[in-house]
Nanobody, 136 residues
Framework: EVQLVESGGGSVQAGGSLTLSCAAS????????MAWFRQAPGREREGVAL???????NYGDFVHGRFIVSKDNAKNTLFLQMNDLSPIDTAMYYC??????????????????????????????WGQGTLVTVSP
């Protein structure tokens, strides 16, 4: 069955870096939209990075070139390299994958695994999250 397991979170000082991993099973990362979202207490869930099957990427407005999303299709794993971290980046980070049904319901268009929506309701399967804490 579909499963996503995040790892790599931890505590860093402002300006530091972390790389998160998302090990996927039950489906092929290569063939679908993958995404990283984050949520901190009292804040709305935010889209961090999107990665389409074709390799097209998109980032949240707050990223400002600091993060890189990538994948290893052979290992069926998604990554998020985060640099120049700030305390405002402190959050639980979640890996997610889209399904055709959720995608089409969310964006009202035909499935295109190379064009991944920012809407979180397009993503039907989620990992348990990995916590990132950035100290000042």
């Amino acid at each position: 069955e579909v499963q996503l397991v995040e790892s790599g979170g931890g505590s860093v000082q402002a300006g530091g870096s972390l790389t998160l991993s998302c090990a996927a099973s039950g489906f092929a990362v290569a063939g679908t939209c993958m995404a990283w979202f984050r949520q901190a207490p009292g804040r709305e869930r935010e889209g961090v990075a999107l990665l389409g099957a074709s390799g097209h990427t998109n980032y949240g407005d707050f990223v400002h070139g600091r993060f890189i999303v990538s994948k290893d299709n052979a290992k069926n794993t998604l990554f998020l390299q985060m640099n120049d971290l700030s305390p405002i980046d402190t959050a639980m980070y979640y890996c997610a994958t889209a399904t055709r049904r959720a995608y089409c319901a969310a964006v009202s268009r035909w499935w295109n695994a190379g064009d991944c929506p920012r809407r979180d309701d397009a993503y039907a399967f989620w990992g348990q999250g990995t916590l990132v804490t950035v100290s000042p």
